[in-house]
C-alpha cells in the first residue's frame, strides 16, 4: 500500500475508532446527544439579521454535547475506555472524573423545554407572534435535535413616554431622557428595557436619590394600536416609599481608620483626645495611626453635597488603592438632625504595618538567557503616617544559556533597592486628581553587582525620583523627573580582551557610562474588555538624557569637547520608542495578535552613540524568534568572527519591528499558535567597522523574516512557552540570495541544526 493511501487508512481507521467506542457504552435503549441546530424561516428578515437570530437561539439550547476536537469526541473516548473506576484515587478515577466526559444522552434532552425557552426569547426581542417547533433525527445510535423557529414580522416602537409629574425624581428623569436607551424605531427588546431602568436609577444616584431602586420604574407596554408597534410608557410605581423620590445630602462624616472586625470599635469609649475634627469630616483613632489628610484626599464627599455613587465608589476605591488596609466598610446612615440627609461612615481594618516578602522568579530575557531570581523584601505601609511604603529589597540571580553564541557564559548577579513611595503627587503645585485610583510619588535607589562569566563584571548604580498616576484603568502615566544611571566595568578577562582586538565594538561595555535625565511613559490598553471583538495597547516612552547640561557647557565630542562629571563622560541623547498591539478575536478560544515596535534613539553633543545598555536589539525569545538575541543587524552587517562563542555587539540606534500570530486553545491547558516575525536594528551614523549598518533608502531590503510554531501551556499561576521557528529571509546575506524559503528541508539534519530555534520562555511574548 502507497505512503498516500496508508495515510488516508490510518485517518479514516481513527475515526472509526473513535466513533464506535463512543457509542458502544451506551445505557441499553439509549442514544448519544451529539448536537442540535436552528432554522429561522421568515421571508421578511435580511439574511444578516436572520443568520444572527439563529445565532443567538442556538446558544440557547441545552445541554451541550460533548466537545469535539478536529471532529473526534477525545474526551468521551477518554471517559469510555478509562471504565468504571473501582475507587475514587488513581490512574483510572484522574482519567474518567478529571480528563474524560461523560456521555451527553439522548434522554436528557427536553424538545418542549427547548421550544419554550427559544419561543420566550424570540417574543422578548419583539417577535410576538413567534412559532417554534421541533424535531429529532437518530442514526447509528446517535441523535440530533431540529427546532424550526417562525417569527414573523417584529413589532417597533412607536411612541415612548417618562414620568411627567411635578415630584422631584420626576424632573430629575426628564432631564435624562435625551440619553434613553429606547428610541422610536427600533426593535422592541425586553433586555433595552430592563438596560433603561438601570440606566435611570444610574442616573438618579448621582443626583441625590439613594433610596431609589430600577424595581421602582414600570414600563407598560402597548401593542393594541399601530401595525406591529408598540407603545412604552415608563413611571414611577405607586408603591415607591417616599424617601426614594427625594435627594439626599451628606451631613456628618465619620471614619474609623483603625477598626476591628472581630469587636466593634464603634461601641469602645473613646477619649476627647482620639476624636480628630479635620475639615468636613471626624477621625476616630486611640492610637493616631494616620495624619489627617490621608482621608482628605481619598474622600471626595464634602458637608453638604448632594449623595453621588460615583463619588461613593470613588472614595472606597481609592481606600483599597492607598495599600494599607485590609478591610474597606462603608456604611451610610439616615441623619437624626437634618431633614433627607446622609451621615456616612467609613470602617477601615488595617493590614499589618511592616512585612517580609521572598519571591523566587523563573525567567528569560532579551538575550535569550533562562535563569530564575530570589528577593527577599522588608516592607513597612505607614513609615511617616501618611501611609507610605518604604522597601527594602536584596536579591540575587543567575543566568544561564545551555546553548547559542552565549554557551557557559553564564551571568551572577547580587544587589539591593530602598525605595519610598507617597500615596500622593509631590509638588510644588496642588494637584488634584479625579481618579479612583491614587497617584504616586517614587525615591529610589539600588546597586547591582554583575559578573559574567569568563567576560568582565559590571557595577552599576541606579537613582530616580519621579511620579505614577493612572487617569483611568486605561490610561497610565510615568514621569521620572530625574533617573540617574552610573555603570563602571573592572575583572576584564585576557580573553575578553583578546576578542575586542577583533572586533573594537565589543569595547563600548568596557566604558564607564553615566546617564541621566528625565523618562516618560504613557500606556493606554482596553485588553481588560474581554468582550471586545477588537482590543488594543499602546505604549510611548521618550527618554531624554544630559540634554540642558550638554546645552550649557556646549559639549561636542565632533569638535573634541567631551565634558566630563568625575571624569565620566555623561551621555547626551533623545530616545523615543512606541508599542503598538493589536487583538483581533476570532471565536470564544483564538485570536490574531498583533505587534509593532518603532524606536529611533539621537546622540549628539556630548556622544557620538548610545550607550550600550539603551540600543536597540532584535531576536531572542520575546522578538524575532527564528534569530538568536542580537544576532541580527545593524543593517546588513554580520559579524566575521566565527571564532567568537559569546554574543556581539549587533545593536542599533533605530529598530523597526513587526510580529504577528495566530493563537487558539487546542485542549485542556494546552494553547497553540503559528507566528510571523520581521525586523532589524540600523545606525544612524557610518561605522567602519560594521559595513551595511547604517539606515539607507533601501531599509526595507534588510528586513529579516522569520516563522514558527508553538505550544502554550497555561498552568493558571504562570504560562509555559514552546516556540520553535525558522528564517524565511536573512539580512546579511548577498543582496537577491536573502529569502531562503526555497531553502527549506524539514528533513535534513544539517537544515535543522543550522535553521531550526528552540525558545522556552514564561508567558506570551507580547
Known sequence: MGTKYLKYFIILSLFFAFGCSNTKYLPKGDLLYTGASVKVEDSILKKKEKTALQNELQSLLRPLPNKQFLGLRIKLWIYNIAGEPKKKKGTRYWLRNKVGEAPVLYSKVDLDYNSAVLRNYAENKGFFKVSVSADSTAKNKRATAEYTVIPRKQYKIKSVSFPDDSSAVAKTIAKTTRRSLLKVGKPYDLDVIKSERERIDSRLKEKGFYYFNSDYILAQVDSTKGDHEVSIKLKIKDETPAKAKVPYTINDIVVYPNFSILKDSTAVAYKKED????????????????????????????????YNRSDHNL??????????????????KESDSIKNALDAYYYLTLLPKKFIRVEVLGKTNSASYSGT???????????????????????????FQISGQNKGNNIYKIGGEASLTWPRLITPFNFQGSSEFVPRTKASLSYEYQNRINLYALNSFRGSFGYSWKENVRKEHQLDIIEVNYVSPNHVTPYYLEQVEKDQSLSKVLEKQLIFGPTYSYTYTNTMQKRKKNTFYFNGELDLAGNITGLATKAN???????????????????LKTDFRHYFKLGKESQLASRLILGVGLPYGNSSSLPSIKQFVVGGTNSIRAFRARSIGPGSFK???????????????????????????????VRGAIFLDAGNVWLLNNDINKAGAKISKNFMKEIAVGAGAGLRFDLSFLIL????????????????????????????????????????AIGYPF
Open 315 to 332: 472614595s472606597l476605591n481609592r481606600f483599597v488603592n492607598l495599600g494599607t488596609f485590609n478591610f474597606v466598610k462603608n456604611e451610610f
Open 557 to 575: 565630542i565632533k569638535k573634541d569637547n567631551t565634558i566630563k562629571i568625575f571624569d565620566v563622560p555623561f551621555s547626551q541623547y533623545v530616545k
Open 639 to 669: 559579524s566575521q568572527d566565527t571564532t567568537s562563542n559569546f554574543l556581539p555587539d549587533q545593536s542599533g540606534d533605530l529598530k523597526l519591528e513587526f510580529n504577528t500570530e495566530y493563537r487558539a486553545k487546542l485542549f485542556s491547558i
Open 373 to 399: 531570581e530570589i528577593n527577599a523584601n522588608w516592607n513597612n505601609r505607614n513609615l511617616l503616617r501618611g501611609a507610605e511604603l518604604f522597601t527594602l529589597s536584596v536579591f540575587g540571580g543567575a543566568d
Open 721 to 760: 512557552r514552546t516556540d520553535i521557528a525558522f528564517p524565511l529571509r536573512i539580512p546579511y546575506l548577498p543582496e537577491g540570495q536573502r529569502w531562503v524559503i526555497d531553502d527549506i528541508n524539514f528533513g535534513s539534519g544539517s537544515w535543522r541544526k543550522d535553521n531550526l530555534i528552540l525558545n522556552i
Open 275 to 306: 476624636i480628630v475634627k479635620y475639615k468636613d469630616f471626624t477621625i476616630i483613632d486611640s492610637t493616631n495611626t494616620f495624619r489627617p489628610r490621608v482621608f482628605d484626599r481619598a474622600l471626595y464627599f464634602k458637608k453638604g453635597d448632594f
